[in-house]
Every structure is written in C-alpha cells, then in structure tokens.
C-alpha cells in the first residue's frame, strides 16, 4: 500500500533509558507523507510529536532508542546500515527548528553559511553556489538578498534569521523539510510571514512536515493532519475535514481552546481541565480518558485502536461506538 | 461593571524611556534608543487593559517603567494620585503590594530552590513582614486553592511542575498580598494553547471575584480580545491606538491594529484562503533604523507624503476611540 508515499513511518516507538527506568515517549505510530503535500504534526509540550521525527531521523538525545521502520523514498532510515540516512539528512531531507539562532553559528556570514551547505557536499561549485544562496534568500522572500549574504545572524530580526535558517534547508533543494515548531518564537506577523514562505515551498513541490501545537498555523497551511496525544496518534484527517468537524473528543478541546477573533464572546475558553498523563505512564483505557468530556465506562479499562473512517482515522470507543459512526 | 465613582489606579503621563546604544565609532555623539515615546495611560480600579504590540514595541519597557524597575527620561507615573518616583522607597513599598507582575516564562520566574508553598510565602512576608507560621501556611493554601492548585502540591519544587501549574504559582505569588492591578507580561504566550485557555479563564476569574484591575502585555489579540476591556496598539514605543476592546476589534482604525489582526492565525482553513493580506507583505521591510514622519510608514500601505514628513497625533476619531494616523478610518481596496 501507500507506495506513492515519499516518507513513511511503521509502528514506530521512541523511548529512553532513565534511572528510573525506561520512559516511552512515542508508541505505535504509522504514518504517511506524500510529495508536495503538507503534513500537520500537532500536539501539547510532552505529546511525543518532536521525539517522533528526532527519532526517525537519527537524533534523539543521549539514552534515546527507536523501534520501528522509517522509508525516506523507498529507503530504510532506521536499519542496521546508517548509510541511507546519512546520504538524505540534510540533503534530501532537512529540519528546521524552532530557535533559529541554533541553526546560524553566530561568527559565519549568512552567505558563507548558505554555501557551506553545497561546498561541503561537493554539490555545487562555489560561483554556483552564491547564485543558489540568492536565489533561495528571494524563494522565502528575504528582503534585500544581495545585502544579507554579508550579515552576521545577530544583524537580522528574528523573522529574518529563520528565513535564514529556512533558506539553509532549502540549499540542497531537498524534497522533504521537516520543520519543528518554525513559528513559535516569532511574533504574529513574522509569523504569518514564515507560514507564507512554507507554504510557497510546498506549492513548488517540497514535502513539509510541521510540527506545531498551534491549529490556527496548522489551518494556514497543511493538507492532512495529525493529532498526537500522549505519544499517539489519536486522529488523522485531511486539514478541511478535520476543523469542519473534529472527530476525537481531543481534537475538538484543542480547536475550541484556541481564542478567535471571530466567534462571539462567551465567558470562559473551553481549555482542558486536568494535566496529561506523566511521561512514560501507560494507563490501561485511552490516555485522555481522566479528560474527555464524552469518555464512557470502557474507555477507562481499554484502548481504543485507531481506525479508518473513509478518510480520517480516529482512535476513539466513543466515535466508534456512535450510532451511525463515520465523518 | 457596577458604576460606583472609579478610582484611577494607574495614570501615565507623557512616559518616555530612552536608553543609551553603543557608539558607532569613537567619536560624535551617544546615539539612543526611544523604547516608549510620549505614552499616555491610565488604568481605573477593576479595568483590564491590553497592551499590544511586536517584539521590541516598547510594551516590556513601559511596564517596567511603571513598575518603577526602568527610569523614564521624561514624564510622569502616578499610582493612586501619589507620583511614583524611584528614589522614594517608602512610596514604592507601598506601591508594590498593591501592583504586582506576572512573566512569560513560569518556571524561569520561580526560584528553582524553594518549594512553590516556599516562593508564595516568601512574597507574602516580603509584603507583610514576618509572620505566625501557621496562619501563613493557612494563606498560602488558600491562595494555591484559589488559582486551582492543589495545596498538596505547595511543597513540589517548580521542576516538579509543568508549565500550566507553575504560572499559577506565579499568579499566586503575586497575588497575595491582595495587589489591587495586576501586570501580565506576555503570561500566557508560552502556554499550550488548552493550557493557556485554562490561565486565561483563571484570570478572567480573578478579575471578577477580586475587582483586580490588570495591565495585559501581550502580542495575541485574540486572547486580548477575551480579557481586556480596553486595548492600547503600541508600535515603536508610540501608542498608535486606544479604545474599547469591542471598539478596536469591531473597527480597528490604524493600519498597523489592521495587519496585526489580520496576522492572528485562524483556526480555519477557509480563512486563510482569503488572507491574502497586502498589509503583511509590506511588513517585510520594516527595518529602517530612523523614520522620519510617522514611525510605521514604511510598512503602511496607506502611506503618502504627508505620512513621510509628519508624526500623526493621537486623535479622537469619534466616541473616544483614539488613532494616530493621516488616514484613520480609511481602508485599503479589498482585492
């Protein structure tokens, strides 16, 4: 199935080794990403949702063990050999993170930093190389490209730097860019303004993954989404089908939390009650079960599995259970 | 809010804040940094106000300047009717318990080594004096209660916790000692969002249970929108604009109000398919280090020669609804 799927993630598990013993951060996700489409990532501090591609791509922390597959383009990244993951990190295949000052070694000219991507893979000369740096800084819409391949990173604004930053992932013309929580740092307008430049990569082909707790940025740009809870996937759906009717009880208490600036004014914002599970529990019935509004007396003794609802896919007794269940 | 003759908490006049930059070469002079320019404010007892603004707009410093933590250059801060001046130790002890801040970052404002029972205590002796052991356990455990912690968590340290608990701490911690305003620097915009709602609903609480006025700093004006009864528009330390919170989100009159809430994400994807903003694309330029005229016309797509020689005043454009703008109320064709 699904051969289509440029990258592709089976029964993947992350945990790490504490002293007091092992903590499970990610369980059992399966999914999928297809070229020229958006992938949506979305979940609280602590849901699993970084740890998830930090684990497929090699980088967790110190203590960090993966289980599972991960195909980049047909290949297995998480084999015995690291030589497929090596040759697509970076090149086929880059991050973006969410401080984008990590990403800029403070003493390197912008311009400098751009071509080292390319010069040290030997992929481009270094006349080439300058053309591909300003051609990349105009792609996410740098202002004055001629002039920032000169700067220092602290002589940018902040949305500057991760356009910088951006512009680096995008040297090697990859075809997945996996960015993790790009905008969070950033005001509401630099915001709007890096969402704009993914979204414009996307158009042009590239695969984005964004990770991200927030569904107002999620709504701006992604094809499908998933939502993580608790190291799971509770619900995936195409990104219009999922605001128009969210269907895991989760799903819906993150969209209604959100405050908007369009609906009429009620007196309390729906939030959450109550906290997450710690790290590393594994209650025996659904994870948000203690939470969930609609939880009935079985979800507190077993897990709901995910299934396939025509599109979406949602892990829920209370969906399943419905009369007349399905979107 | 019941019209009984309001007292005015907070009232700033004509505050400028100014701080000194590095010299560009070893000569000349000492170039300076306007962080707030000729801000005029005021916050009556039970009112909540929100300041609004990018980074760097000045909205930190101002209120820290009124928290009497930065010196102004010029103008005046009153609290009370009384002027607060930082060389008056008597008069700022007095203030601060009845003004009190919350920061961003929960955990980082916790002293890591107290126990957050510990950090409340502390805030509260600080303010009271040394107190009888048992009637400050007492207070403590009703103020965790009131901003929703379990007192049984008064002895976890701030690690401990996650994020959402250790900002009600904070909370906690500033408000025990009864503060009559509240200042909220960017509190909840470090929070998941189901947990910023819960911070923002326990606020909103608070105002009404306590009549706590508060001064809200915050770049989202979405959750501006659902605390604030009045909003003020900070752009490069200028107010821009100032009204009714219903006011600025029925009918926002700056062109900057405008791209702000423009920029606010909307969580729905048909929105965004119509938010072509021109107002944003032009943000792009924004960093001229000296403007002459008004401060956001390099970014306005209104702006025209007028805007490029003259500063704007903050004028009355109808029912108390303020605007620093040559073309207030006019908006650009829609595409």
């Keep these: 199935m699904a051969s289509d799927a440029l990258f592709e993630v089976r029964d993947l598990g992350v945990c790490f080794t504490t002293p007091r013993g092992r903590v499970s951060a990610v369980r059992e996700i399966s999914l999928e990403v297809r070229r020229g489409e958006c992938l949506a990532v979305v979940g609280e501090s602590g849901s699993g949702k970084s740890q998830l591609f930090l684990g497929c791509l090699g980088l967790l922390a110190a203590g960090g063990l993966v289980e599972g597959s991960a195909r980049f383009d047909g290949q297995e990244l998480l084999g015995p050999d690291a030589g497929p993951r090596r040759a697509a990190l970076g090149t086929r295949l880059a991050m973006v993170f969410q401080d984008p000052m990590n990403a800029l070694t403070p003493h390197l000219t912008i311009g400098r930093q751009l071509a080292e991507v390319v010069l040290e893979r030997g992929l481009l000369d270094a006349a080439t190389a300058r053309a591909r740096s300003l051609e990349v800084l105009r792609s996410v819409g740098m202002p004055d490209p001629e002039a920032r391949l000169r700067q220092y990173p602290h002589e940018l604004s902040g949305g500057q730097r991760q356009r910088a930053a951006i512009a680096m992932a995008l040297m090697t013309r990859p075809d997945l860019l996996v960015a993790d929580e790009p905008t969070t740092a950033l005001d509401v307008t630099v915001q709007a303004q890096v969402i704009d430049v993914l979204r414009g990569a996307r158009d042009r082909g590239l695969a984005v993954v964004l990770i991200t707790h927030d569904m107002g940025v999620v709504a701006g740009i992604a094809d499908r989404v998933a939502v993580m809870y608790a190291g799971r996937i509770v619900e995936t759906a195409p990104a219009r089908e999922l605001f128009a009717a969210p269907a895991h009880p989760y799903t819906a208490a993150l969209l209604a939390s959100v405050p908007r600036l369009d609906t009429p004014l009620a007196a309390r914002l729906a939030g959450i009650e109550g906290q997450p599970p710690a790290p590393g529990a594994e209650p025996d019935g659904c994870a948000f079960a203690p939470r969930c509004p609609s939880a009935l007396e079985t979800c507190h003794r077993s897990r709901p599995p995910l299934e396939s609802l025509g599109a979406r896919s949602v892990a829920c007794h209370a969906v399943r259970l419905a009369p007349g269940a399905g979107p | ?335």
Excluded at chain 2, 202 to 210: G, I, K
Excluded at chain 2, 289 to 314: H, K, M, N, T
Aim: glycine share 8%.
């Design chain 2, 1 to 335: 809010m019941s019209e009984v003759a309001t007292e005015t908490l907070l009232r700033v006049r004509n505050l400028t804040v100014r701080f000194p930059m590095p010299r560009p070469g070893l000569v000349g002079p000492r170039p300076w940094l306007t962080a707030v320019d000729a801000v005029d404010l005021e916050i009556d007892a039970g009112r909540a106000l929100g300041l609004v603004g990018e980074s760097g707009c000045g909205k930190s410093t101002l209120a820290r300047a009124v928290l009497a933590l930065v010196s102004p250059q010029a103008g005046t801060i009153e609290w009370r009717g009384q002027p607060v001046r930082r060389d008056d130790a008597a008069g700022l002890r007095r203030m601060r318990r009845e003004l009190q801040i919350v920061f961003q970052d929960p955990v980082g404002s916790l002293d890591p080594r107290m126990s957050i029972g510990e950090s409340v205590a502390e805030a509260l002796e600080a303010l009271e004096g040394p107190q009888d052991a048992v009637a400050t356990r007492a207070r403590v455990d009703s103020m965790l209660a009131e901003v929703g912690l379990d007192p049984a968590l008064a002895a976890r340290y701030p690690h401990e916790l996650s994020g959402g608990q250790c900002q009600r701490a904070a909370i906690a911690r500033a408000l025990v000692g009864r503060p009559k305003l509240l200042v909220c620097d960017e509190a909840v915009s470090a929070l998941d969002v189901s947990v910023q709602a819960q911070i923002v609903n326990l606020l909103a609480e608070l105002r009404r249970r306590r009549g706590l006025a508060l001064l809200f700093i915050s770049h989202n004006l979405a959750v501006v929108r659902h605390l604030c009864d009045d909003v003020a528009v900070l752009y490069r330390g200028r107010v821009v604009e100032r009204a009714s919170a219903a006011a600025i989100f029925a009918g926002p009159s700056h062109p900057y109000t405008r791209a702000l809430l423009a920029a606010v994400p909307d969580p729905d994807p048909a929105a965004h398919v119509r938010a072509a903003v021109p107002e944003l694309r032009a943000a792009a330029a924004a960093e001229a280090v000296a403007v002459v005229g008004c401060a956001y016309q390099p970014r306005c797509p209104l702006a025209d020669e007028l805007c490029r020689q003259q500063v704007p005043r903050l004028e009355d454009v109808g029912a108390g609804h303020l605007t620093a703008c040559h073309h207030a109320g006019v908006r650009p064709a829609a595409s």
